[in-house]
């Protein structure tokens, strides 16, 4: 098994430009999540899908959208990149969404807007 | 902001010494966790203690919560240079969805 995937790994635009970033999970987990990790930040919730069709706003969504293609993929849309964009984006997935669940990270997209 | 503050931001020791790294958090929660990132990767989930636990371990791993204080630490007991890493503290709030609020981490250098 991969695991959770994420694709590209790295990724330079300018600002104005817009990109999807793709993530995939084959544990058959029920919920996926984008975060952002800034420096002395840690990761905050960007959006995330509790279950298929259905996703909801985090910590941070404003400048991004997101689509729960199915169950097993989860992609984050960035339509109108900004330098305050540039950030590590991890995708993450649990079995569920209940309080024990542990999530599953992926190897990160690493995003410079210029 | 950020619900967990993690104390402190580094941390450098030898190995085979042991490692303590704090976390603080602000509202209830359900559960804590801990969580390691290795440089350029993702997050792996090391341990996770509910609300009415005071002590959990795992290998060489030993998590406290205080929840009156509403603090918990991490223990890495007898370190290695391949425990060299960030460690993350995650708060789980609620019940019913799975949404974690992460700190700010602990840069933790294992020096052989």
């Known amino acids: 098994n991969a695991g959770v995937t994420q694709t590209p790994k790295f990724q330079v635009l300018k600002t104005g430009q817009s990109m999807t970033l793709q993530c995939a999970q084959d544990?058959?987990?029920?919920?996926m999540y984008w975060y952002r990790q800034d420096p002395g930040m840690g990761l905050r919730l960007i959006y995330y899908?509790?279950?298929?069709?259905?996703?909801d706003k985090g910590e941070v969504p404003n400048g991004y959208n997101v689509s729960r293609l199915n169950k097993r993929e989860f992609s984050l849309r960035l339509e109108s990149a900004a330098p305050s964009q540039t950030s590590v984006y991890f995708c993450?997935?649990?079995?569920?969404?209940?309080?024990?669940?542990?999530?599953?990270f992926g190897p990160g997209t690493r995003l410079t807007v210029l | 902001s950020q619900q967990g503050e993690e104390d402190p931001q580094a941390l450098s020791i030898q190995e085979g010494e042991n490692a303590t790294m704090n976390c603080s958090y602000k509202?209830?929660?359900?559960?804590l966790q801990w969580y390691r990132q290795n440089s350029g990767r993702g997050l792996v989930h090391l341990i996770l203690?509910?609300?009415?636990?005071r002590e959990k371990h795992s290998g060489r791993l030993r998590v406290t919560l205080d929840t009156s204080k509403k603090s918990s630490s991490l223990l890495i007991t007898a370190s290695r240079a391949a425990d060299t890493a960030s460690y993350f503290c995650?708060?789980?709030?609620?019940?019913?969805?799975?949404?974690?609020?992460f700190g700010q981490g602990t840069i933790l250098t294992v020096h052989p």
């Open positions: 993450a997935s649990s079995g569920r969404t209940g309080p024990t669940d542990t999530q599953y």
């Open positions: 544990m058959n987990h029920n919920s």
């Open positions: 899908s509790a279950s298929e069709g259905t996703t």
């Open positions: 509202t209830s929660i359900n559960n």
């Open positions: 203690i509910r609300s009415n636990e």
């Open positions: 995650a708060a789980f709030m609620g019940t019913s969805y799975g949404k974690l609020t």
